[in-house]
């Protein structure tokens, strides 16, 4: 499958080298190409980088790892006409310092702005829940733990089940509707609280039942 991963985070950068480990044909999709290889966290890297632009045409699945507050500018270039849309972003707002607010909430979610602004594209919520590198090495934890979908379309939830399971993904949770992205982004601010009581951003949790 080829997967486009939209950012260049330390997210990003995570979930491109995670899925080619585990066999997809990856692209990342970075508004400049040549000034993001020259990033010191980029030097070496053979993947793929491209303008957002180019990044959706071939792609079957198209993540967004961009920055909650840039996600809808940065989609806005992509092509997600038919594309299961797997949004990892959060809507998180550090200009106040930290710990950060929530730009959208309660009410609505990021993962559903983003579907309003491309109904051509089916948005599942997923993997927003825990850093990158717990995101493609869910057993890099002591114990396993719990990972969420949520998503409207049943094809494109069943899709993205299909990557978690591949990822090392064992204790998934769906949901069947979109909206519950409003809980699961809400999740961070307390787990951001709970990196810095911690002291490591590598945990999670799990659903006990």
Same mark, same amino acid.
């Given at each position: 499958?080829?997967?486009?991963?939209?950012?260049?985070?330390?997210?990003?950068?995570?979930?491109?080298?995670?899925?080619?480990?585990?066999?997809?044909?990856?692209?990342?999709?970075?508004?400049?190409?040549?000034?993001?290889?020259?990033?010191?966290?980029?030097?070496?890297?053979?993947?793929?980088?491209? %303008?957002?632009?180019? =990044? $959706?045409? +071939?792609?079957?699945?198209?993540?967004?790892?961009?920055?909650? !507050? #840039?996600? /809808?500018?940065?989609?806005?270039?992509?092509?997600?006409?038919?594309?299961?849309?797997?949004?990892?972003?959060?809507?998180?707002?550090?200009?106040?310092?930290?710990?950060?607010?929530?730009?959208?909430?309660?009410?609505?979610?990021?993962?559903?702005?983003?579907?309003?602004?491309?109904?051509?594209?089916?948005?599942?919520?997923?993997?927003?829940?825990?850093?990158?590198?717990?995101?493609?090495?869910?057993?890099?934890?002591?114990?396993?733990? %719990?990972?969420?979908? =949520? $998503?409207? +379309?049943?094809?494109?939830?069943?899709?993205?089940?299909?990557? !978690? #399971?591949? /990822?090392?993904?064992?204790?998934?949770?769906?949901?069947?509707?979109?909206?519950?992205?409003?809980?699961?982004?809400?999740?961070?601010?307390?787990?951001?609280?709970?990196?810095?009581?911690?002291?490591?951003?590598?945990?999670?949790?799990?659903?006990?039942?």
């Amino acid at each position: 499958m080829r997967i486009a991963v939209i950012g260049t985070g330390s997210a990003g950068r995570a979930l491109a080298d995670g899925f080619r480990r585990i066999g997809h044909d990856v692209v990342v999709g970075t508004r400049d190409p040549e000034a993001t290889a020259q990033r010191e966290e980029w030097a070496g890297s053979d993947l793929t980088l491209v %303008t957002f632009g180019e =990044a $959706g045409t +071939d792609a079957d699945l198209v993540v967004n790892a961009t920055g909650g !507050l #840039v996600s /809808l500018d940065a989609l806005a270039e992509v092509d997600l006409e038919g594309k299961v849309l797997v949004d990892v972003s959060n809507p998180l707002d550090f200009s106040a310092g930290f710990p950060p607010t929530l730009t959208v909430k309660d009410t609505d979610s990021l993962a559903e702005q983003i579907q309003r602004a491309h109904p051509e594209a089916r948005v599942v919520k997923s993997l927003n829940t825990v850093n990158g590198a717990v995101m493609v090495d869910p057993a890099r934890l002591a114990e396993a733990t %719990t990972i969420f979908i =949520a $998503g409207d +379309d049943p094809l494109a939830r069943e899709a993205v089940r299909e990557l !978690l #399971v591949e /990822l090392g993904w064992v204790d998934i949770v769906e949901f069947p509707t979109l909206d519950a992205a409003r809980g699961l982004e809400m999740w961070l601010p307390l787990w951001v609280r709970l990196m810095a009581n911690l002291g490591t951003a590598d945990f999670n949790l799990r659903l006990v039942r």
